[in-house]
């Protein structure tokens, strides 16, 4: 049956019977690449067709490039990029723009735009003697996500990958946010976690201070590129013995200035440390008016009572070096 598509090979050996395909199904996770190599290696010598459902999070290894003097590619952060005209119109308040500055213009940066499935193109781009940032061609009649998918298997990993929210920009600036949120959100968001992309550019929204807002904000929910206090707050199960609401407001009023610095708040003790994921630090309720604090996933502070809390977290988040003084106004907020 060599040559066979999955559904094909299996067509031809279970026919209608997929209740005894499903029988005999078996789903594993693998989590390095040696796995992969040994689940192939094995299954040759059976009568046993593995499927594939790949997924990496680990992020494509591509090489460190500098366009107009900034870093991209490599280990180097996610990069934000804008167009010309958006640039100029933001130029003359970029020192008052705060973290949603512009990076590189895209028309200054010698990007190569091409269509992933041109197999001539990609193999110029693949002998270039030296890295450059790729991008998928505008206007290409595929979806986002599989054109920047392919691309990325396509072309050699040196390239750094420039992603956008859309391969046709909207000509209408009347255009509503929220569907332009959603699908730059999934878009590039799901492109992010699939360990693709060195760069980010929004065309589907006109207004240049809200695109950069959306690219960084992005990037902040995806966990590529964290500029400001990051939070992950669940109750966890019914035996939450605090105001989950009230307190984690407090935790973002006394924290909120932070930058790079992400903080759990979880209803209990049994649940919660499982599900802080990536947690710098952790509030998780541990009695009827106590509170246990973390550092990652480890316990440090037990029983501390609710009403010392936050301060406790403080001083926390200050003795591992995280903590930066607020401005006057924000320790106006704090103290009330």
Not at 92 to 104: L, N, S, T, W, Y
Not at 236 to 260: D, E, M
Request: aromatic residues 6%; glycine residues 10%; proline residues 5%.
């Amino acid at each position: 049956m060599a040559g066979l598509s999955d559904w094909e090979w299996a067509w031809s050996k279970w026919g209608d019977n997929w209740e005894e395909a499903a029988a005999g199904c078996r789903r594993d996770g693998l989590p390095q690449d040696a796995a992969a190599t040994s689940l192939r290696r094995d299954a040759a010598a059976t009568d046993i067709r593995p499927t594939w459902d790949p997924f990496s999070y680990q992020r494509r290894k591509s090489a460190l490039v500098e366009v107009n003097g900034v870093k991209l590619g490599g280990e180097e952060t996610v990069r934000v990029f804008t167009s010309r005209r958006k640039y100029d119109q933001v130029a003359h308040k970029i020192a008052a723009m705060g973290d949603f500055v512009p990076e590189v213009v895209v028309e200054d940066a010698g990007v190569r735009a091409v269509d992933p499935r041109d197999a001539a193109a990609v193999a110029e781009l693949n002998a270039l003697p030296e890295p450059a940032v790729v991008t998928v061609a505008d206007g290409i009649d595929l979806p986002v996500i599989t054109a920047f998918r392919l691309l990325a298997a396509q072309t050699d990993p040196r390239h750094p990958i420039l992603l956008k929210d859309v391969l046709v920009a909207s000509a209408d600036p009347g255009k509503d946010f929220l569907p332009t949120l959603l699908e730059a959100s999934c878009h590039i968001g799901a492109l992010i976690c699939d360990g693709i992309g060195d760069a980010v550019l929004i065309q589907g929204e006109e207004a240049p201070g809200q695109s950069l807002r959306l690219a960084y904000n992005i990037l902040q929910a995806s966990g590529a590129r964290i500029f400001k206090t990051d939070y992950v707050a669940c109750p966890s199960c019914g035996r939450t013995l605090f105001n989950l609401q009230t307190t984690t407001q407090k935790i973002r009023a006394a924290t909120g200035h932070l930058k790079g610095v992400r903080i759990a708040v979880m209803g209990c003790i049994v649940n919660g440390p499982g599900e802080m994921a990536d947690a710098d630090f952790g509030y998780v309720g541990g009695a009827p008016g106590k509170i246990n604090l973390y550092v990652g996933k480890e316990a440090v502070k037990f029983n501390i009572p609710e009403g010392e809390a936050v301060e406790r977290l403080i001083d926390l988040i200050r003795d591992h070096g995280k903590w930066t003084e607020p401005a006057g106004d924000q320790m106006e907020v704090i103290g009330s």
